[in-house]
């Protein structure tokens, strides 16, 4: 069965989606793909592609991300030049966490077993009798 | 080609975007989506006034925001979320009223379930698309020369045939065999007027049977009843400048407009149920044992506040009615208890959807059993005008657009 | 290699976190890629037909609004393969496939009702809250094999 898959480069990965591009067209694999702002879309029979990802994958192992896609990419039924202009709403889930994956692939580069890592506490809201006496402070 | 904006939450999901996309096909018309930003979703609050916890609603949020920020993207607007969500509701609501505010672009606003189909949605999407693609038509004022017009029901056929901007003759048949009872609307409309066939300069046709009927006539205009009753109010009421609402309660759907200068910028069309249609009050004339065209006038001497009743479904409706009769309501009360549970509805499903402002005019058939405007007045606190032709607006409106088309 | 379902159902941080850790994440596309090559129907974008929100009636009552209930016709089946879920509780802007806030009520509700291990954390807001973040994951994904 052939499968559609997004790779995703964090926006400080030093990978370029054409640099990714490149790589699956000297593969010589039949895979289609296609360059967008954030990554490529590749679209292939399931056993060569989930081999390429991991050669992918190795490019910038913390600064690449995958995820599955339904639909091939520039498939009529979802591409917006033939839809009517405007970004189908899952994109802007994609861009949304895309502003995330800097600080996840940092998170991957330093992940060590043997590291403690203490997360402060969020800030909580002021306990009543405290603001009661800075209503009193403040109004008096 | 017409584009209409899609704002919308659920279609998709609910199976019926391409129901959608097949009704605006058939009008010739285009769905397209307004492009935003991930920050316009996410600042929505700011230009929109509000933010809320499902994202495809902020999208189309967003999405109105650019119509009102750039026009030039869409010549109209539906907006659709699906029923029952109260959330979508509210959003719905709120976005027509914000394009409706901020522009001219006309709206359609609707609740869609997973049996929507491209059939229901056709005549609505039609209306848009008119009210778009004849603009100037739909602002034409006065009738002239000499036309005719035919409303093919789906209870009733009406015609008229109007001269130098008069109505000088009408027609009205039950609607039994869809071409024959034009015929016959026609013939009683052309010989009331003392004219023949032949000298009709133009013939415009809207209603049910419009495709149907225009086909057989070889109609100059086929046109839904949206637009063309919207107009015909107007110009019977003598309102067509600045905004006035039509209410149309028909025989098997009920219709709210909301005009502008004679061109509808809002309306929804439809009723959950029989319950809130002519038809109600038909079933409630014959179980009274009077005429339909007595019960208007035996309403205006009954309290609806004496009889509890509750049309929102037919069955439960007729079974209100047996049982107040039963138990010694006066016909008079009851008479008025079954207009106010249809005005009630038509205000409670209708009038929530449009903008209401004055002149009310209601128009059809039923606009001539006396107490549904009187309950309609109490309940919108409005003077409603009933005008003269009032029955016939359908045909009324085909024969002054139709004749617009003879001139050039 | 444990199934484990990730909300937001369209995540693309935490399907590839469960992947890259070993284990096969449960999400929307591959439900979509089923409905979309099938050639039986035309539907689109999504080829969800009105007979989808029917399915749905199996998670959702039939006065649920049909958008839900279509949603449940996808995600439904996905929660029943679940053996793991991790839940991102305030996952900021969801759109599509999770753009309706009623149905990802229904979803949340219904994976930390089916009684098996789930992760529930927030999104990391700078580097050492996402330290935190793909630690318990890894921890997390660990403990299940």
Same mark, same amino acid.
């Given at each position: ?140 | ?253 009920? #219709? =709210? ?5 004679? &061109? ?10 029989? $319950? +809130?249609? /002519? ?94 405007? #009187? =309950? ?5 606190? &409005? ?10 607006? $359908? +045909?009324? /409106? ?11 | ?145």
């Amino acid at each position: 069965m052939r499968i559609t898959k997004y790779i995703i480069t964090s926006p400080e990965s030093d990978i370029l989606p054409s640099d990714i591009a490149m790589k699956i067209y000297r593969s010589k694999n039949d895979v289609n793909v296609k360059e967008t702002c954030f990554g490529v879309i590749i679209n292939g029979e399931e056993k060569a592609l989930n081999e390429l990802l991991k050669e992918i994958r190795a490019m910038d192992p913390n600064g690449i991300f995958i995820k599955d896609r339904g639909f091939p990419p520039g498939d009529a039924r979802r591409c917006r030049g033939r839809r009517g202009g405007g970004a189908r709403p899952g994109f802007y889930m994609i861009e949304h966490e895309s502003k995330m994956l800097p600080l996840i692939s940092k998170a991957l580069a330093s992940e060590r077993e043997d590291m403690d890592i203490v997360c402060p506490p969020k800030k909580r809201p002021l306990d009543l009798e405290k603001l009661e006496a800075i209503i009193k402070t403040e109004l008096s | 080609m017409i584009r209409i904006a899609e704002l919308a939450c659920g279609p998709e999901y609910s199976g019926i975007q391409k129901e959608i996309e097949r009704a605006a096909e058939k009008v010739g018309a285009k769905i397209v989506y307004p492009e935003v930003s991930l920050e316009d979703i996410l600042n929505v609050e700011k230009k929109f006034g509000v933010k809320v916890a499902s994202g495809d609603l902020n999208l189309a949020m967003a999405r109105a925001v650019r119509i009102i920020e750039n026009p030039d993207l869409a010549d109209a607007v539906i907006v659709m979320t699906c029923f029952r969500c109260a959330e979508a509701a509210i959003i719905r609501s709120e976005i027509r009223k914000f394009i409706h505010e901020k522009s001219r672009l006309p709206v359609l606003s609707y609740s869609f379930t997973e049996r929507t189909t491209a059939e229901t949605l056709f005549t609505r999407m039609e209306a848009l698309v008119t009210t778009v693609k004849f603009r100037g038509l739909l602002a034409r004022e006065s009738q002239k020369g000499l036309t005719a017009g035919i409303d093919s029901g789906s209870t009733t056929t009406k015609s008229v045939v109007m001269k130098n901007n008069q109505v000088i003759g009408t027609g009205w048949v039950p609607t039994i065999e869809v071409i024959q009872s034009a015929e016959d609307a026609y013939d009683a409309a052309l010989s009331a007027a003392g004219v023949n066939r032949a000298d009709i300069q133009g013939l415009g046709v809207t209603g049910y049977g419009r495709f149907l009927v225009g086909k057989h006539f070889d109609a100059k205009l086929v046109q839904e009843e949206i637009t063309v009753n919207a107009k015909g109010a107007v110009f019977l009421a003598n309102a067509q400048k600045g905004s006035a609402t039509v209410i149309d309660i028909g025989g098997m759907d009920n #219709k =709210a407009i909301a005009v502008h200068d004679g &061109i509808p910028g809002g309306f929804t069309m439809g009723g959950i149920c029989a $319950g +809130a249609s /002519g038809r109600f009050l038909e079933l409630t004339a014959r179980r009274l044992g009077i005429d339909i065209t007595d019960l208007g006038k035996l309403a205006l001497k009954g309290n609806y506040e004496n009889v509890s009743m509750n049309s929102y479904c037919i069955v439960f409706g007729t079974q209100s009615l047996v049982n107040s009769l039963s138990m010694g309501c006066k016909p008079e009360d009851v008479a008025m208890a079954a207009c106010h549970s249809v005005a009630e509805q038509v205000y409670e499903q209708q009038l929530q959807e449009v903008e209401v402002k004055e002149p009310v005019i209601m128009v059809g058939g039923t606009s001539l059993i006396e107490g549904l405007p #009187k =309950a309609m007045e109490s309940l919108l606190n &409005i003077n409603v005008i009933v005008p003269r032709y009032a029955q016939f607006v $359908g +045909a009324v /409106g085909a024969s002054l657009l139709v004749s617009g088309l003879l001139e050039g | 290699m444990a199934k484990v379902i990730v909300y937001p159902l369209t995540s693309t941080i935490l399907a590839d976190l469960v992947e890259r850790m070993g284990h096969e994440s449960l999400v929307i596309p591959t439900e979509v890629r089923k409905k979309i090559i099938s050639t039986s129907i035309d539907s689109p974008p999504l080829n969800i037909t009105p007979d989808d929100p029917k399915k749905g009636l199996k998670w959702a009552a039939v006065d649920v609004p049909s958008g839900v209930r279509g949603r449940m016709a996808i995600i439904g089946p996905l929660i029943e393969a679940a053996e793991a879920a991790i839940i991102i509780d305030d996952p900021g802007c969801l759109t599509g496939c999770s753009g309706c806030n009623r149905a990802n009520e229904l979803v949340r509700l219904l994976i930390k009702t089916k009684g098996i291990p789930v992760l529930e954390m927030n999104y990391p807001e700078d580097e050492n809250e996402a330290r935190g973040f793909v630690r318990k994951i890894k921890i997390f994904l660990e403990g299940l094999k």
